[in-house]
């Protein structure tokens, strides 16, 4: 799904992309800031539990905002498609100065959600300012085109990668989570060698990219965030490769990004922590 | 340990690193194309199997090289440091057109080979001409700083690689092996970290680097060859970092190659298969 226009007079919130098991009892580094950036104690956050199977996962998130200080907080139960054009949910998220994508399976997530009034509400509200955030699956769906599986290992490969279409939350970017801990710098090569038009971005677990309005993002969390830029790629083999044979790529960048460090997406730049 | 220095009126040998688990049934394709580069059918190959603890594989590769057409081949039975200094085993070596170290253990090599005679005569046979090819451990000892553990993922970070000298075969190179199937993109990002003049090389199994006189190296082999430059880096945070901080390295530049591409160690420079 592609990314909801700009509108005038307003600034598109932030989008928030989580690696995955984020600190949930400790300092909290990352939800805290998420909260702080929705109004701290005046936010009002919407979780969408959709990715996860149990039941109780939406609820838990609502007692974590709820501990940090967040009393506004819900949980939309959509667990099918029916429910994802349920009035009082769309007038629910409407409140919202936040929304937040619990893990679970991406492929849960889009299909449910895919093509329904709650998507499409959540493009149109980001746009109009509303902070969006996503945890793991929640983390994956937020692209144009999303990561929903692949091989694990460093090497690309012609089949290396499942891409399905995303949220839309971020045109600019290929999102993938769990990097370090689940050995996903294939899969992203992959991804990226498919169409090198995009940034790819492996998020680690308690790790989080805060992506602005002018499309730069900072690192915050405890882990590494690893981009690959392939705007300087001056070849790849992956037209010709067969399904198996291992792929060249030649000339990308790498930056390994830890907290405070950040990227300008349009200027493919990275700074280091101030 | 450092390379041996250039010797008048000699053209070095090639430098062969396998990222291990070689075809040695199959086409054979490196340890042919090894063969082949030693003579052929005059080739005289002798096999270190010092890095392994089982009793028949410097014979199993006797079997393998002879299969492949070679009749002049021995295994130099090394297993402590004094078997290193035995004249017989020197002498056998005087006769080598190429010598082949396999895989084990590489501080078992580095601790039985180290500052013997026979390291010694590696080096000097290579420099004046005699090709050397080693096979896992026997890839990771060649640089003059050797990877000999660490940490697996993705993400470098302070303690995440344990490094030794190595045998000094190369001293433009850091090398790791297993590199896909072990996932060890970090520890390798953390060995040109600690000091970034050298290019990392990360290789595949059943893949390997054929480095010339000329420091060029062609990727022969099912796998995949990843070459991270940190020619280009312009920040990195190695020197600030607690242990188990997440590290920022910005502006690596990355190459994934596969069989038929080449680097130029001493320009930087990635090619294409042709």
Redesign the interface.
């Known amino acids: 799904m592609s990314i909801s226009p700009d509108l005038e007079n307003h600034t598109r919130g932030y989008v928030v992309p989580i690696g995955g098991s984020e600190d949930r009892e400790g300092a909290c580094v990352i939800l805290k800031k998420f909260a702080k950036l929705c109004g701290g104690e005046k936010a009002n956050i919407v979780i969408i539990p959709t990715a996860s199977v149990l039941a109780d996962t939406g609820q838990k998130y609502v007692e974590i905002f709820n501990r940090l200080g967040v009393s506004n907080v819900a949980s939309l139960q959509i667990e099918e498609r029916l429910d994802a054009e349920r009035q009082e949910f769309l007038d629910r998220l409407d409140l919202a100065t936040g929304i937040f994508i619990t893990g679970g399976n991406q492929l849960r997530l889009s299909t449910i959600l895919g093509g329904t009034e709650i998507a499409q509400k959540i493009r149109r509200l980001n746009a109009s300012g509303v902070h969006v955030a996503g945890t793991s699956a929640g983390a994956a769906i937020m692209p144009e085109h999303m990561i929903t599986g692949g091989a694990?290992?460093?090497?690309?490969s012609r089949g290396g990668v499942i891409l399905a279409p995303g949220l839309g939350l971020t045109n600019s970017l290929l999102i993938d989570q769990h990097?370090?801990?689940r050995?996903?710098?294939?899969r992203l090569?992959t991804a990226i060698s498919y169409n090198p038009f995009r940034v790819g971005v492996?998020i680690?677990e308690d790790?989080a990219i805060f992506i602005d309005p002018e499309q730069r993002f900072e690192v915050v969390g405890?882990?590494?965030v690893?981009v690959?830029d392939p705007s300087t790629l001056?070849?790849s083999?992956m037209s010709e490769a067969a399904k198996t044979?291992?792929?060249?790529?030649?000339?990308?960048?790498?930056?390994?990004?830890?907290?405070g460090?950040s990227y300008h997406i349009a200027d493919r730049t990275?700074?280091?922590?101030k």
Do not use: M
Not at 245 to 259: E, G, P, R, V
């Open positions: 694990t290992g460093t090497a690309p990097f370090n801990e050995d996903r710098l294939g090569l492996g680690d790790t405890s882990g590494a690893t690959v001056t070849y083999s044979d291992a792929l060249s790529l030649l000339d990308l960048k790498l930056h390994i990004l830890s907290k460090c990275a700074y280091s922590a």
